[in-house]
């Protein structure tokens, strides 16, 4: 009793100290591990092949998140080094073979997406072809189910949802297979129609369709137990499959659904002395069973994510909160040369095979349990990066900020032809997109939204903030939407009734000046003409601008890069904000009515100066893009800006 009260106590206070528990810190620790070990890949044994895991992916998931959250580009170098380790240039995957026909092989694919859509090189959109082909001719059960692996015949494991539906799901919303979209819906459904038990919710590790495999019910063909990270395996599938998921398509509410049904299972069978899950997951009491860390950190990410996404209620973030302070307490640990360490996780459970796994308790008992896992490793880091997001999301939470796709409205064709709007787009992940900057307004909780109209009151009501970036010319656009006097009128009355307007214009030859001055001139800022801060080759210096201390907008920045600008004009009530030595207004602030607008002649904050990838770590455009979103959400009025209908 005194041993469990002690826990309660420590329980509490690390609960009630979260945001605090600084749960990136925890990734940034756990990924110094991971660049440690697995320097090149998971290849550490000369005397072991590497070979192209679902491992990997797990973990190097959980960099892409910590990358995303910190722009530092180490994590991005690492995702790339790992996957060129396996991808050759003429985008071969090596020791894949495609006639395996194994789901466990395709999780990867998410990783040479985000290669592909950061890079640009081919050899990884090939990659990831391959994958995608595996699956149009991956075998299937009677309805449409994927098998597991082509060795195990009319199997479905809840393991394989996790490794197939989230790079399916992408590559199809990306590349335009809509038909894609309800064969995913049905793999979860045929999934929970045949392996979730009625009376728990909980869903059994393996169905057999066939009915023959030693380990299948004869009249059911399920597995005998409901292991837990098969489970968290399905949870965290939903979550990552719904964050792409059209918003119209009528599968995502059955998706939801299925979702809402799986966590209200989870939050049953945790255990309310630790926070934590036990291996197999409803025999708590049962002879050898344990508290297991891969499921429990896989079961903290999905609910948080979820709950962050909207698809659960926030009434579940205890669940994640009670379950992070428990790994931190029983899994975290740090050795005597300050390397933090994973505890806890089982290293594989699985069904069939040779030697065969009959999937008896006694079986799942007999697996070993180890010290840095990499599923339990790369579990951990996707659990602490969401938890770390729970830090800033109150910062803008019910906001909305909207990206105007009309006045720069560029179109170009993707790799396979069609033709998408291009250049400071939120999806773009390119050099020149805004997904950075997107993902800092997300980790704030604020809902972005893509306006592709002319900004009239209807199509501005319920947005906080309105970004207009480097509006086109003739040379952008064949076809330019010019600003209008209309559009100048609509915009300012509605900054005047509350909005945030940020005007991130462009230097001469590169954006259009006297349509947009209509606008900027409502304000009393006029963007002049012309080309400063220009920068020959890799001498950053030229597009170097001291931050003073006690800046306003940015007063913890140093420095940041902004390359061939223009210059700004003001006049009342616009004021300056940021100044160059030599005069040159860099930031330049309005307040007009109960609004404001915020205008820089740089639109300095897309993927190429904050991703970490370019430019020296002595610019801090990153940390600047976070401060600069801060402050913006601090002028919206404090009631909100417009009533939504």
């Not at 299937?140 to 994927?146: I, L, V």
């Not at 494991?157 to 309800?182: R, S």
């Not at 796994?357 to 349990?369: C, F, K, L, N």
Request: charged content about 25%; hydrophobic content about 35%; aromatic content about 12%.
């Amino acid at each position: 009793m005194k041993k469990i009260t002690r826990f309660s106590l420590v329980l509490y206070l690390l609960l009630t100290q979260l945001p605090g528990l600084q749960a990136q810190n925890w990734s940034e620790k756990m990924a110094k591990t991971v660049m440690t070990i697995w320097k090149d890949s998971l290849y550490t044994d000369p005397a072991k092949p590497a070979k192209w895991t679902y491992d990997q992916g797990v973990i190097l998931k959980g960099i892409e998140g910590l990358w995303y959250q910190t722009g530092d580009g180490q994590y991005f170098a690492y995702l790339q080094k790992c996957m060129d380790f396996f991808v050759n240039d003429k985008g071969e995957i090596r020791t894949y073979k495609q006639a395996d026909y194994n789901l466990d092989n395709v999780l990867c694919g998410r990783i040479l997406l985000t290669l592909y859509h950061v890079t640009g090189k081919e050899k990884y959109f090939k990659a990831a072809q391959t994958l995608r082909e595996q699956l149009r001719n991956q075998p299937r059960t009677k309805e449409g189910g994927f098998w597991h692996k082509k060795i195990y015949p009319y199997q479905m494991w809840l393991d394989g949802l996790y490794m197939a539906e989230a790079f399916y799901t992408e590559y199809a919303v990306t590349y335009n297979e809509p038909d894609a979209l309800n064969d995913i819906v049905n793999q979860f459904r045929w999934m929970e129609l045949h392996a979730r038990d009625a009376k728990t919710g909980l869903l059994y590790h393996g169905w057999d369709e066939s009915k023959t495999q030693q380990w299948a019910n004869p009249q059911t063909g399920l597995s005998p137990h409901f292991w837990a990270r098969a489970m968290a395996w399905y949870g965290m599938a939903l979550v990552d499959v719904l964050e792409d998921f059209p918003a119209d398509h009528p599968g995502r509410d059955t998706l939801r659904a299925i979702l809402k049904r799986f966590a209200e299972a989870i939050k049953k069978v945790q255990d309310p002395a630790t926070g934590l899950w036990y291996d197999i997951i409803n025999l708590p009491r049962e002879k050898g069973n344990y508290l297991e860390a891969s499921a429990s950190s896989m079961f903290v990410c999905a609910i948080a994510k979820a709950v962050r996404l909207g698809h659960l209620p926030a009434t579940y973030l205890p669940v994640s909160q009670k379950g992070f302070a428990g790994i931190l307490k029983e899994f975290v640990k740090t050795d005597a040369n300050g390397q933090t360490n994973l505890h806890g996780t089982v290293s594989v459970s699985g069904l069939g095979g040779n030697p065969y796994r009959d999937g008896s308790y006694a079986y799942y008992m007999s697996e070993p349990v180890v010290v840095n896992d990499p599923k339990g490793v790369g579990a951990f880091l996707q659990a602490a990066n969401e938890m770390a997001l729970q830090k800033t999301l109150s910062e803008g939470k019910g906001k909305t900020v909207l990206l105007d796709d009309y006045f720069n409205a560029e179109k170009k064709k993707d790799i396979l032809g069609t033709v998408k709007p291009y250049h400071y787009k939120w999806y773009e992940l390119y050099n020149n997109g805004f997904s950075l900057l997107g993902q800092i307004f997300g980790s704030k909780g604020v809902a972005k939204q893509t306006l592709s109209e002319a900004p009239t009151a209807k199509n501005l009501r319920g947005a906080d903030m309105y970004l207009i970036v480097d509006a086109d010319n003739i040379t952008d656009n064949p076809t330019p939407n010019y600003v209008q006097p209309k559009d100048a009128e609509e915009v300012y009355n509605w900054v005047k009734a509350g909005g945030v307007l940020v005007l991130l214009h462009n230097d001469k030859g590169n954006a259009e000046f006297e349509h947009f001055n209509l606008l900027a001139e409502k304000f009393g800022i006029h963007f002049n003409e012309d080309s400063r801060n220009r920068v020959i080759g890799n001498e950053y210096s030229g597009g170097k601008i001291d931050i003073p201390v006690g800046n306003p907008i940015l007063p913890s920045v140093k420095k940041i890069y902004q390359k061939e600008i223009s210059s700004i004009s003001l006049k009342a009530p616009a004021k300056a904000l940021l100044n160059k030595e030599d005069g040159t207004i860099i930031f330049a602030v309005a307040k007009i009515g109960k609004g404001t607008v915020f205008a820089t002649g740089d639109p300095w904050l897309y993927n190429e100066y904050t991703d970490g990838r370019k430019l020296p770590t002595e610019y801090e455009n990153y940390p600047a893009a976070q401060q600069l979103v801060s402050w913006l959400i601090k002028q919206i009025p404090g009631k909100g800006v417009r009533k939504k209908k």
